[in-house]
């Protein structure tokens, strides 16, 4: 082979190399480190908020501010009960997130649905999950006072209950610091407004690191 034709040869050569390099670089720098979705209701699908003020969104801004390469899924579905929830876990799951946090019963209690249905879908839920080897969140809820104290007891139990039995975190009320105050809720008293979001997440966030560890 002659140097006429070597030379254009390993010019080609070291521009492939190059384009090599750069696609490498580029799928790496989009690449993500940790997949969390979030499974839940109105209170996490953002219900009455702007565009990313919800908590998916807010969760999302705050742990990757330290330059990491967090993506939060947004799976809450307004209205949904833990039935509902169990229901859609399978296509919840088609991006294969590493991490699941479980938002739902809120709306079980307000329509005095069994506790014990409750139980058995997020310990059905949790089972799943945890066959496929994701990390558990379990994001507890309390019961509304208006069905008295023995309903309370009963739905309240459920979920320091299943975490204990599966032997995952839990973060024992969702709405901790929010619920109850007018300032942080919209009108209809149950959803929190951006700013109440926020303190959801601050309180939250050391739960969420701790399952990612």
Same mark, same amino acid.
């Given at each position: 082979?002659?140097?006429?034709?070597?030379?254009?040869?390993?010019?080609?050569?070291?521009?492939?190399?190059?384009?090599? /390099?750069?696609?490498?670089?580029? *799928?790496?720098?989009?690449?993500? +480190?940790?997949? =969390?979705?979030? %499974? &839940?209701?109105?209170?996490?699908?953002?219900?009455?908020?702007?565009?990313?003020?919800?908590?998916?969104?807010?969760?999302?801004?705050?742990?990757?501010?330290?330059?990491?390469?967090?993506?939060?899924?947004?799976?809450?579905?307004?209205?949904?009960?833990?039935?509902?929830? /169990?229901?859609?876990?399978?296509? *919840?799951?088609?991006?294969?997130? +590493?991490?699941? =946090?479980?938002? %739902? &019963?809120?709306?079980?209690?307000?329509?005095?649905?069994?506790?014990?249905?409750?139980?058995?879908?997020?310990?059905?839920?949790?089972?799943?999950?945890?066959?496929?080897?994701?990390?558990?969140?379990?994001?507890?809820?309390?019961?509304?006072?208006?069905?008295?104290?023995?309903?309370?007891?009963?739905?309240?139990?459920?979920?320091?209950?299943?975490?204990?039995?599966?032997?995952?975190?839990?973060?024992?009320?969702?709405?901790?610091?929010?619920?109850?105050?007018?300032?942080?809720?919209?009108?209809?008293?149950?959803?929190?407004?951006?700013?109440?979001?926020?303190?959801?997440?601050?309180?939250?966030?050391?739960?969420?690191?701790?399952?990612?560890?």
């Amino acid at each position: 082979m002659g140097f006429g034709l070597l030379n254009p040869l390993m010019s080609a050569l070291r521009f492939v190399l190059f384009l090599v /390099l750069v696609n490498t670089a580029s *799928a790496n720098e989009g690449k993500t +480190d940790f997949t =969390i979705l979030v %499974l &839940g209701d109105s209170l996490s699908a953002g219900y009455g908020l702007n565009q990313g003020d919800g908590f998916p969104e807010q969760l999302s801004s705050k742990i990757n501010e330290k330059k990491n390469n967090i993506k939060i899924i947004n799976a809450g579905v307004s209205g949904d009960t833990t039935q509902g929830g /169990l229901a859609r876990l399978n296509w *919840a799951l088609v991006d294969n997130p +590493d991490m699941v =946090i479980v938002e %739902l &019963g809120a709306n079980d209690g307000l329509r005095g649905l069994d506790p014990q249905l409750m139980e058995q879908n997020l310990d059905q839920m949790i089972t799943q999950l945890k066959k496929r080897q994701i990390k558990v969140l379990l994001a507890g809820m309390l019961a509304p006072p208006n069905y008295g104290d023995v309903y309370a007891q009963e739905f309240n139990s459920v979920y320091p209950r299943l975490a204990q039995k599966h032997d995952v975190t839990l973060y024992p009320f969702f709405l901790e610091g929010v619920a109850g105050d007018p300032k942080l809720n919209l009108p209809d008293g149950i959803h929190p407004t951006k700013e109440g979001i926020a303190i959801i997440v601050e309180r939250i966030l050391p739960y969420v690191e701790k399952v990612m560890r």
